[in-house]
């Protein structure tokens, strides 16, 4: 493909017979060509704007092209998709033959076809198809796949862009994408609605928590969308961290004696809080740009105080690329005007190094004069005298203004300035000298009294310098304190007088000046001279000069026809003239957001977001308070007994024994456990709280009443928290190598240890019908316990609408047992119910055995205390997931050692613990066996796990002063930390 | 009505000589006339990287950067943050770099129909789409020499059949399904030393910039961590999205999934505050009298805090003043180079014997009549120094789990100078 020959032939053909793109694509792309690379060949000089160039539309081609979108070869395919895109506005009517392979692959069962039909779709810009690609972007933002939601968000703009009227029902797709939970979506999403709709703030609200969460996990690209974006929200949303001090430096301004002003303790809103913690990270980006927008925020966001950290980044970034180097200085330049403590540390950074391109030295050199203070000043004035000495003479042109600015901004060194730059007065090149003596009026300006010497010195420059904006200088310097120099001043003017006509327009002007400020101060002296100046002007080829000639004369040279002003010449002439102010061309450019295009051009650029300014008063925070259902929770144990021949009815063996006939549970916790086994043993206990309550959420919620509504809430929260899983593992990565494996795997949803089960429950109003239970069809029934997770076993309830007689303020459920297995279950009963306050609960009979195949009904009594919601659990003890081995005490310990590094808990207990009690104890709460052992201090047990068969060493050593130490070795980490859990509790009763 | 777009709209590749020899548009065509203004801006500009990096024209902005003696230039209608665009296109340039091997005209032109492909990938509707280079190469598979070969007699393409599944993966950066004979992990712990030497050699500022590079070719997902005897010099660092950023917070250790093949996998930055020892030293004199058409020309070097390793691959360049219009010098080893357009000296050492220290004397003619040039040249050096990191960082160790087998591990560790100037 890469052959020049055949591209030249290719393309030959391609225009010279177009029937030779119709024939061979049109029966399979193979005929015509050789192969399907020269038809991509021919495609893509089709499709190459270079074409264009050369004068060769290849529009013509069209509908030979666009035949082939069904093609097969993914390649050819790609290429008309190209080409599509590329010549659809000029060939409306025939782009619209192809729209419908697009529709038909926007319902393809692989989601890359259906994302990438819609990519294809949207970006084809024909007004006609605008309700279709709506339609298509509607449904994909709904769509199954976070991929094509992406590719949505993607369409979002395109579309907006080929008709803005749809405005309105885009932002409703916007608001719904904006909602979603996944990494994925979030960058894209924001960047519609970036172009969109950026005034709408308040779709933020609802998801600027979730945002600032998902952060760290969104693609690089979208973090600066989003970090963009949420700098924006926080200036509409919070106070201002830094309002006492700013206070304070204006008060101080304004009047230093008032009394100090009442003022509110500044609390940070904990979502301004939120925003700055989760940004943080990301100024270790290897992405120049999220460093640089996670640096903005900082500077327009953050409490001075924190503000220092992005110092350290964005020096990091400096090394980067020239291009980055050079925006990352602009704004350091801006930002070190305001926080000049934060990059003072990295002065030396900043250094210049002869080989930076001038650009990036004049750069430098801005921030360092920002940075110069007392402290600093003698080591930056040294670098600055090397710069001096650079080939590079606009580099020192832009130093020399740098010590001028210096200068005026510490008054300690303006005198060693001012003599360094004197001394440059006496540089070969010109160049240099005109800038000095440009900074040197100006520095002159501030204390013109003490530097006569000075102006002495540059009055002899007049005979050599030639550089017309120095010349000037001087001779305004001279007419200005014409009063110090009284015996040079007529002198230069008389030099000048004689040069008159060859000077520069600019000099002539300030020879005319010069003239004009001696005649009034020395008029016996130069009182010829000035008439001769001002005759020369007069004739003067620049009218300017003319003018000004005309009026200085009448303003100065007493005549009868001379008005009113001549008597105010001196005043106007002589007045005194505030010292310029020399500035950093940087100062205020920070009212524009940082990092943005129009910071740097310091002009505002189309479609740029003003960054709004602090608001006085917080607006409400409530509004970003995601709706969490109210609702009283009641946990209750149903435990179902044992089906397998072993099983033992005496109660305390019940639930062991339901484990051990639970291999298909067991299997699928063994997985689980795996994916778990590598989490850190720290952040086990929390992990596993967060995972319970999304476990409650993920179970099969259930509700009564209310139904249709109830329904469609109810599947919401079912996807939402499937994604919110994904999130929480995602987000997790960091601390959990193996996650990835679990993240495509739900099962841990599964993980029958957490076994709960929500519903909602709408208790019915008592009816009063005949107290008989009569199955009826038409109830709605709700699964309590499903047939798999069951092993064999389902259970589901449902509201039979019936007064339940042992007590009349309960509500009658009948739950329903079936039992699927080809064992009998016996002993079904509700077990230690723990219940929320106020809610009771009236037990059914306990069902002895249910046979293989059967089904039977009870009725119980609940008390809901109208309330909602409670959940019901069956969770078997971690102790229970497990069965005693046999091992002697070197076996044990050959064991103990070679798991040392799985897991190993130590908890230390007080005094009074005897070998017997600990032995007790451990059975009870742990299926192990005792490992015989002569010793009377240290008991030791084995086992191993049911289902995976792995070893479980526990040991428990009683020390001398009758304290003890537990030891478990697991290496599922998970079933080992619960055990730890569980023994302990069961040693401290 | 055209309502401002965001993000990219259009990117022009320009040739040192001022061609435009590839664009790509991913909105509506914008007449290449719009380069002019760049032109312009390349035409002020004194040196090819003095043009600014962000021109306005009356509709568009265009920024550029320059890389391989190539622009990259990109065209937007309105705010975009700067960087945003120079980031993105400096990942154009590394994938090129990447599937090419170089990334100069005549690489692109030859592969053409991959790098138009590669672009339309990147970018949808103006806004990153794809730019990890793992996800990329399963859509369309880089050109080899064998492949071009196979694909011209056998007709099959470079586009992958397989869709890539990478882009749905919560790894988006690994590519699926990865399969190696031979598993082999290697880093390289790449240290740039700068700095700025005062006439007298005392040190202006030094800092250490350092990388590690690693290549990774490990059947499956493979989850490897990566620790360090003395984590505490890594106080700024960047990562590779891989990495575990939680982890590292907490433990200092580098815990991560590798992307397939080459990626760098952190960055960091040792500064002047922590004392950077200075490898290498030079002795000079440099003087020109006032009214002679003479000038000495004396420079020695010598290694200086190398831990023991031997300083390699010196070369010294130093641009000479505009007076000096000749040279006449003897270098004790190696080769020196004078040329006496651009004024610039080059010195090529070679390596550096301990015993027997490199030096370069002689004399400079200048302009007859000319003043004695009031600036003394500033002294570039580079030099190599293998096996050792300058910064003293060391990795612990490598650890693999997630996979069964063993695989191959190697670490290199190596000392450059970066912008390493003497002053004179």
């Known amino acids: ?989 | 009505m055209q309502l401002p777009a965001k993000m990219i709209h259009s990117l022009f590749l320009v040739n040192s000589s001022g061609d435009i020899f590839l664009e790509k548009h991913w909105k509506s065509v914008v007449s290449r006339s719009v380069c002019d203004y760049f032109f312009e801006a390349q035409e002020r500009a004194s040196e090819p990287e003095n043009v600014p990096p962000v021109i306005p024209t009356p509709h568009h902005y265009l920024i550029s950067v320059l890389r391989h003696r190539i622009y990259f230039v990109a065209v937007i209608q309105s705010e975009v943050p700067p960087l945003f665009v120079i980031e993105f296109l400096h990942r154009v340039v590394d994938t090129f770099q990447d599937y090419f091997g170089v990334c100069t005209e005549a690489a692109i032109k030859d592969n053409v129909v991959v790098v138009y492909e590669l672009l339309e990938e990147m970018l949808d509707n103006g806004f990153p789409l794809a730019t990890e280079s793992n996800i990329l190469k399963e859509l369309i598979k880089p050109p080899t020499i064998l492949r071009t070969v196979v694909n011209t007699i056998t007709g099959s393409t470079n586009v992958g059949e397989q869709l890539p599944t990478g882009q749905l993966s919560v790894v988006p950066w690994r590519r699926t399904g990865v399969k190696y004979t031979n598993n082999e992990a290697y880093f390289d712990v790449v240290e740039e030393i700068d700095a700025i030497i005062d006439k007298s050699g005392s040190t202006i500022t030094a800092e250490i910039q350092g990388v590690i590079d690693a290549c990774v070719k490990l059947t499956g997902m493979p989850d490897l961590t990566l620790s360090f005897m003395n984590p505490r010099l890594l106080d700024d660092v960047s990562f590779h999205p891989c990495v575990r950023f939680k982890r590292w917070e907490a433990e200092r250790i580098l815990s991560f999934i590798p992307p397939d093949g080459n990626f760098r996998l952190l960055s960091y930055h040792v500064s002047c505050q922590n004392l950077v020892a200075i490898p290498v030293y030079v002795k000079h004199n440099i003087t020109f009298r006032e009214g002679s058409s003479q000038g000495r020309f004396e420079l020695t070097l010598g290694p200086k805090q190398t831990m023991g390793k031997g300083l390699e691959a010196v070369l010294i360049s130093s641009q000479l003043p505009r007076g000096v219009l000749n040279t006449n010098l003897n270098p004790s080893q190696g080769t020196y180079n004078f040329d006496p357009v651009t004024k610039l000296l080059s010195w090529d050492v070679g390596k550096i014997n301990p015993q027997k220290l490199p030096s370069l004397k002689g004399s400079m003619s200048l302009q007859a009549g000319a003043s004695k040039p009031d600036e003394n040249p500033t002294i570039n050096i580079q030099f190599k120094i293998q096996q050792s990191a300058l910064s003293g960082l060391k990795v612990n160790r490598l650890d693999m789990y997630g996979e069964k087998y063993k695989p191959f591990k190697g670490i290199k560790y190596m000392t450059k100078a970066g912008k390493f100037q003497v002053r004179t």
Not at chain 1, 215 to 233: A, C, F, K, P, S
Request: hydrophobic share 40%.
């Open chain 1, 1 to 989: 493909m890469s052959s020049p020959l055949l591209h030249a032939t290719v393309c030959c053909y391609a225009f010279e017979c177009s029937s030779f793109l119709t024939n061979p694509i049109t029966y399979g792309y193979m005929d015509g060509f050789d192969s399907a690379v020269q038809c991509v060949t021919v495609l893509y000089w089709v499709c190459d704007p270079q074409m264009i160039a050369r004068g060769k539309n290849a529009s013509d081609l069209f509908p030979a092209v666009v035949k082939n979108v069904a093609c097969k070869n993914i390649e050819v395919k790609k290429l008309v998709y190209v080409y599509l895109v590329r010549y659809a506005e000029e060939q409306q009517d025939l782009a619209l033959l192809s729209i419908s392979t697009f529709q038909r692959g926007l319902k393809d069962p692989n989601q890359l076809i259906r994302a990438s039909a819609l990519r294809v779709l949207s970006s084809i810009r024909v007004t006609i198809i605008v309700p279709i690609m709506m339609l298509a972007i509607k449904e994909a933002a709904s769509d199954m796949s976070p991929y094509v939601r992406k590719t949505a968000a993607h369409a979002i703009p395109k579309l907006y862009s080929l008709d803005p009227e749809q405005k309105d029902c885009l932002i409703e797709v916007i608001e719904k994408l904006l909602a979603d939970k996944t990494t994925l979506v979030a960058g894209s999403v924001v960047m519609a609605f970036e172009e969109v709709c950026p005034e709408r703030i308040d779709l933020i609200h609802k998801n600027y928590r979730k945002l600032c969460n998902l952060l760290i996990d969104v693609e690089e690209w979208g973090q600066v969308v989003i970090i963009n974006m949420l700098t924006r929200y926080a200036r509409t949303q919070f106070l201002n961290p830094n309002m006492n001090e700013d206070k304070e430096e204006k008060e101080k301004k304004k009047t230093e004696a008032t009394a100090i002003v009442k003022r509110k303790p500044y609390v940070m809103d904990p979502d301004h809080r939120l925003l700055l913690r989760n940004t943080k990270p990301l100024l270790q980006s290897r992405n120049a740009a999220v460093v640089m927008a996670v640096a903005q925020l900082y500077f327009h966001l953050a409490p001075k105080a924190e503000v220092g950290v992005i110092a350290k980044a964005l020096v990091r970034l400096m090394r980067s690329h020239s291009e980055v180097q050079y925006v990352v200085l602009q704004n350091v330049a801006t930002m070190s005007i305001k926080r000049r403590g934060m990059f003072e540390p990295y002065l030396k950074s900043f250094y210049i190094r002869s080989t930076d391109p001038t650009q990036i030295k004049v750069l430098k050199l801005e921030v360092l004069t920002n940075l110069a203070n007392e402290t600093n000043i003698s080591t930056i004035l040294r670098e600055f005298q090397t710069y001096i000495k650079s080939n590079d003479k606009d580099f020192v042109a832009a130093t020399i203004q740098a010590i001028g600015r210096c200068a005026t901004n510490i008054g300690e060194v303006r005198d060693t300035c001012l003599n360094g730059l004197v001394q440059l007065l006496s540089n070969r090149d010109e160049l240099v000298v005109a800038e000095s003596v440009v900074v040197i009026k100006k520095l002159l300006q501030m204390q013109p009294e003490q530097h006569s010497d000075i102006i002495k010195h540059m009055a002899k420059l007049t005979d050599n310098i030639q550089v017309p904006m120095a010349r000037a200088s001087i001779l305004w310097l001279i007419g200005e304190y014409c009063e110090h120099v009284p015996k040079i001043a007529p002198d230069v003017l008389r030099k000048m007088a004689k040069t008159f006509t060859n000077e520069e327009d600019i000099v002539k002007l300030q020879i005319i000046n010069l003239a004009a400020k001696l005649y009034l101060t020395n008029s016996k002296q130069t009182k010829l001279l000035t008439q001769y100046v001002l005759n020369l002007a007069k004739y003067d080829q620049n009218y300017d000069i003319r003018d000004r000639a005309r009026f200085i004369r009448q303003l100065i040279v007493p005549t009868d026809k001379s008005g009113a002003l001549s008597k105010y010449a001196k005043k106007l002439f002589l007045a005194l003239k505030p010292a310029p102010v020399l500035e950093s061309p940087f100062k205020d450019r920070d009212h524009f957001q940082l990092g943005s295009l129009s910071h740097l051009l310091n002009a505002k650029a189309g479609g740029y977001q003003v960054l709004p300014d602090w608001p006085e008063a917080a607006p409400d925070p409530s509004v970003r308070n995601v709706e969490v259902k109210e609702s009283v929770r009641a946990v209750e144990t149903v435990t179902a007994r044992d089906r397998g021949p072993l099983g033992p009815s005496s109660g305390e063996d019940v639930k062991k024994s339901e484990k051990k006939s639970k291999p298909r549970i067991g299997s699928s916790e063994s997985e689980s456990e795996e994916d778990d086994d590598s989490e850190s043993e720290s952040s086990e206990s929390e992990e596993e709280e967060s995972e319970e309550e999304s476990e409650e959420e993920t179970k099969k919620k259930k509700k009564v009443g209310n139904e249709r509504l109830e329904n469609t809430r109810t599947t919401d929260i079912h996807t939402h928290t499937h994604s919110e899983r994904r999130n929480t593992h995602i987000l997790n990565c960091d601390s959990q190598p193996n996650t990835i494996a679990s993240v495509q795997v739900f099962d841990t949803i599964c993980k029958p240890a957490w076994l709960y089960m929500q519903f909602l429950l709408n208790p019915p109003l008592p009816v009063s019908v005949p107290q008989t239970i009569i199955p009826s069809g038409n109830l709605k029934t709700y699964e309590l316990l499903h047939r798999i997770t069951g092993e064999g076993l389902s259970v589901e309830y449902c509201f039979s609408r019936q007064p339940f007689s042992p007590d009349p303020h309960m509500v009658a459920v009948k739950i329903q047992f079936t039992n699927s297995a080809t064992s009998e279950a016996k002993s079904l009963h509700v077990e230690d119910a723990k219940l929320q306050s106020g809610m009771r609960i009236k037990e059914f009979p306990e069902i002895e055995v249910l046979p293989a195949g059967e089904t039977i009904s009870v009725v119980m009594g609940i008390d809901f205390s109208c309330s909602l919601m409670f959940f019901v659990s069956i969770q078997p003890p971690v102790g229970e997931l497990m069965m005693p081995i046999f091992m002697t005490e070197n076996e044990f310990k050959k064991e103990q050692g070679e798991h040392r590094n799985q897991c190993m808990e130590i908890k230390q207990y007080g005094p009074h613990f005897d070998c017997h009690a600990v032995v007790q104890r451990v059975t009870t709460a742990a299926n192990l066996s005792r490992v015989p052992c002569g010793s009377d201090k240290e008991c030791r047990f084995a086992g191993k796990t049911v289902t995976s068969g792995s070893l479980v060493l526990v040991s428990v050593v009683t020390k001398e002063d009758g304290a003890a130490q537990l030891t478990v070795n697991c290496e599922k980490m998970v079933i080992g930390t619960m055990l730890v859990k569980d023994i302990h509790q069961a040693l401290t009763q």
